[in-house]
């Protein structure tokens, strides 16, 4: 992490280099000319690089139609990439010594060296490592996941959505801040390290100036050399509207500097500290009046919170920079009550005016150069959304192209005619050959409506199969309602004791419906019986149970009518009033009804069972 020139793409880097000159001389191929070709021989590369890690023998790298039609193939093995890569591997030891000295660490003080990031796997970096602290590495963490691992603990923690265990990460100011001005007396310029190297952060610090007018501060990186930009400049800003004294002596003013929780620097606010004549009108006076001294000192005032109060209260509040900062303010005028009372007389009073602050910051992007991105961001979006739905479709066509061959050669087979089926295949094959040639690039819509035509022929053919295997069904269900409603009327002539409460108009009508379903159904199934397969049927499985339906019904209430109670003798048996009409062990029985009781054995048979059509 200490080298940004030291990760696992800069050894795709090597390998991709090594493959485009290899190319170059046996295929005559000038790989970076062409993008896609490039993208692939990187990822291709990665692949290969993972593979050395842990294989040491030479293993190759193909790919397919890599450029103008051409199959290329390479190999490499572990010993001559590390040859390759002797150069970065170099640089592996660097930051290692760099962090045991910024830290004052000795080697004895390090409990276990973990290791992460893809690179880390490269056998040639561990070993390095492993020499560099002369001891084994640990590897408890996934060494690609970590990261973003550590990056989503830290969203968690910055967010007021979740509540995360107490967990303490202190950040460090990476590159030593500087911030120079001109100074007022002697026109010269004037510096200060305000963030050195590695200091904690977040972390606010409030610098005196003593001035008569606006004044501005450069904030700078101090060491450009470590920098990995070629830019050391942060930005200006300009300390704005402020005035002398009453007195025309200069006045103190109050600049709060902050690197934040992300780590970015700022001049937070700027105050200036007016003096109050006092009530007695005394001659104003501080005790650490600024008038004589020299104008260009300048006071820097660390804060009281430490780092790690800053940072715990941040995370406790969940709040912004700027609630953050009016607690130090609060914090300051604490400072100024624990004063003892007779350093600061009554005579003097002050108030603070916050100051306006103008911002120039050198790499920050105009606002509107800023929502033209954010604009272009969804656009591309909303591209990617069409995008993903132009290859679905085309995916829905490739994909009913090869559903339908199979089955036309299967399932279906029997339920198309020859022809049909034959011009079908043909018009799947043209389609599929359409998809590889004019098909490949499309609109969504053509794929749309390529689809359609091609289900405007299958749909029909899988809808017979789809018939013939639900027709049979709802005949059987039909049958099996005819015959029991036959069974009933047949019961119901016969003088059956158990119908003999059923009203005789409602039963010829049950027999008159029977009887014309029975004609309905049998006309349709001997219909049925001299047609193919292939042909649409004479009777869809729909029309079948609506038929069902319609005889339930106008029979169903009619048939299961409740035989009504016969009074019995003497007792009042109070089961008896809502007692079943034919249970088996029902309350007839008992109350003296023996005939019925034998019979209901085989009356259940007969007795029609509530149907649930739907
Ligand atoms: C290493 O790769 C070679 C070539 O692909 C293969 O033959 C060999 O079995 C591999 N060895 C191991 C240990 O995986
Ligand atoms: C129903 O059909 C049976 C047998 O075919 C017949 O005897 C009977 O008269 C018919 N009933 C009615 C109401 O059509």
């Given amino acids: 992490a200490f080298d940004p020139e030291l990760g696992g793409k800069d050894f795709d880097e090597v390998l991709v280099k090594f493959f485009c000159e290899e190319f170059a001389q046996k295929y005559k191929l000038d790989v970076r000319s062409k993008p896609r070709a490039?993208?692939?021989?990187?990822?291709?590369?990665?692949?290969?690089?993972?593979?050395?890690?842990?294989?040491?023998?030479?293993?190759?790298?193909?790919?397919?139609?890599?450029?103008?039609?051409?199959?290329?193939?390479?190999?490499?093995?572990?010993?001559?990439?590390?040859?390759?890569?002797a150069e970065l591997l170099a640089k592996v030891e660097a930051p290692l010594r760099s962090i045991m000295e910024q830290t004052r660490l000795k080697k004895d003080d390090i409990y276990a060296v973990e290791i992460m990031g893809g690179a880390s796997r490269i056998p040639a970096i561990k070993e390095r490592i492993s020499k560099f602290f002369g001891t084994e590495l640990s590897t408890t963490l996934n060494a690609d996941e970590a990261v973003a691992r550590g990056c989503a603990l830290q969203c968690a923690i910055l967010s007021p959505a979740f509540k995360v265990r107490e967990f303490s990460i202190t950040e460090v100011v990476p590159y030593p801040i500087s911030l120079k001005w001109t100074s007022a007396a002697d026109e010269g310029i004037s510096d200060c390290e305000v963030f050195p190297k590695n200091h904690a952060a977040p972390f606010s610090k409030v610098l005196t100036f003593y001035r008569r007018e606006p004044f501005s501060?450069?904030?700078?990186?101090?060491?450009?050399?470590?920098?990995?930009?070629?830019?050391?400049?942060?930005?200006?800003?300009?300390?704005?509207?402020?005035?002398?004294?009453?007195s025309g002596e200069s006045s103190k003013v109050k600049v709060k500097v902050r690197v934040n929780v992300h780590g970015v620097f700022s001049v937070s606010s700027a105050s200036l500290v007016e003096v109050v004549k006092s009530a007695e009108g005394e001659e104003p006076m501080e005790t650490d009046t600024p008038a004589k001294e020299d104008e260009n000192k300048m006071q820097v005032d660390q804060e009281v919170q430490?780092?790690?109060?800053?940072?715990?209260?941040?995370?406790?509040?969940?709040?912004?920079?700027?609630?953050?900062?009016?607690?130090?303010?609060?914090?300051?005028?604490?400072?100024?009550?624990?004063?003892?009372?007779?350093?600061?007389?009554?005579?003097?009073?002050?108030?603070?005016?916050?100051?306006?602050?103008?911002?120039?910051?050198?790499?920050?992007?105009?606002?509107?150069?800023?929502?033209?991105?954010?604009?272009?961001?969804?656009?591309?979006?909303?591209q990617d959304k069409l995008e993903k739905e132009r290859n679905d479709a085309k995916n829905y066509v490739e994909e009913y192209v090869y559903e339908m061959r199979?089955?036309?050669?299967?399932?279906?087979?029997?339920?198309?005619?020859?022809?049909?089926?034959?011009?079908?295949?043909?018009?799947?094959?043209?389609?599929?050959?359409?998809?590889?040639?004019?098909?490949?690039?499309?609109?969504?819509?053509?794929?749309?409506?390529?689809?359609?035509?091609?289900?405007?022929?299958?749909?029909?053919?899988?809808?017979?199969?789809?018939?013939?295997?639900?027709?049979?069904?709802?005949?059987?269900?039909?049958?099996?309602?005819?015959?029991?409603?036959?069974?009933?009327?047949?019961?119901?002539?016969?003088?059956?004791?158990?119908?003999?409460?059923?009203?005789?108009?409602?039963?010829?009508?049950?027999?008159?419906?029977?009887?014309?379903?029975?004609?309905?159904?049998?006309?349709k199934m001997n219909l049925q019986s001299k047609q193919s397969l292939s042909q649409d049927p004479v009777v869809k499985a729909q029309e079948i149970q609506?038929?069902?339906?319609?005889?339930?019904?106008?029979?169903?209430?009619?048939?299961t009518k409740p035989k009504p109670k016969v009074e019995p003798p003497k007792e009042e048996t109070p089961a008896e009033q809502n007692g079943p009409v034919n249970g088996q062990e029902g309350s007839e029985a008992q109350a003296g009804n023996p005939e019925k009781g034998q019979a209901a054995p085989e009356n259940t048979e007969a007795k029609l069972p509530e149907m649930d059509i739907d």
């Fill in 306 to 382: 430490k780092a790690q109060g800053d940072d715990q209260k941040e995370h406790a509040d969940k709040k912004s920079d700027t609630e953050d900062m009016e607690a130090s303010e609060d914090n300051k005028q604490e400072e100024k009550k624990n004063e003892p009372p007779q350093a600061k007389k009554a005579k003097v009073k002050t108030k603070t005016v916050d100051l306006p602050i103008e911002n120039s910051l050198h790499w920050q992007l105009a606002s509107e150069t800023l929502n033209l991105l954010v604009e272009n961001e969804g656009k591309m979006i909303m």
């Fill in 546 to 559: 609506a038929k069902t339906k319609e005889l339930y019904s106008a029979c169903n209430h009619v048939v």
């Fill in 38 to 85: 490039l993208v692939r021989l990187y990822q291709e590369c990665e692949k290969l690089k993972k593979l050395m890690s842990a294989n040491s023998s030479d293993l190759p790298l193909n790919i397919e139609c890599f450029m103008n039609d051409i199959d290329v193939s390479g190999k490499l093995n572990r010993a001559k990439f590390e040859e390759f890569c």
């Fill in 217 to 246: 501060l450069e904030a700078y990186y101090n060491n450009p050399k470590e920098l990995p930009y070629p830019d050391p400049t942060m930005g200006q800003f300009n300390i704005q509207k402020v005035v002398p004294q009453p």
């Fill in 406 to 523: 199979d089955k036309l050669h299967g399932v279906l087979e029997n339920f198309v005619s020859e022809a049909d089926r034959d011009s079908f295949s043909l018009k799947l094959e043209d389609t599929e050959n359409w998809l590889y040639e004019e098909g490949e690039d499309q609109q969504k819509q053509v794929y749309i409506d390529k689809l359609a035509e091609l289900k405007k022929l299958g749909e029909p053919i899988q809808n017979r199969l789809m018939e013939a295997e639900e027709r049979p069904k709802a005949l059987n269900e039909l049958g099996r309602q005819i015959q029991q409603y036959m069974k009933v009327v047949g019961a119901y002539k016969a003088k059956d004791e158990l119908y003999d409460h059923l009203d005789e108009l409602e039963v010829m009508k049950v027999e008159k419906q029977v009887n014309e379903t029975m004609t309905w159904m049998n006309n």
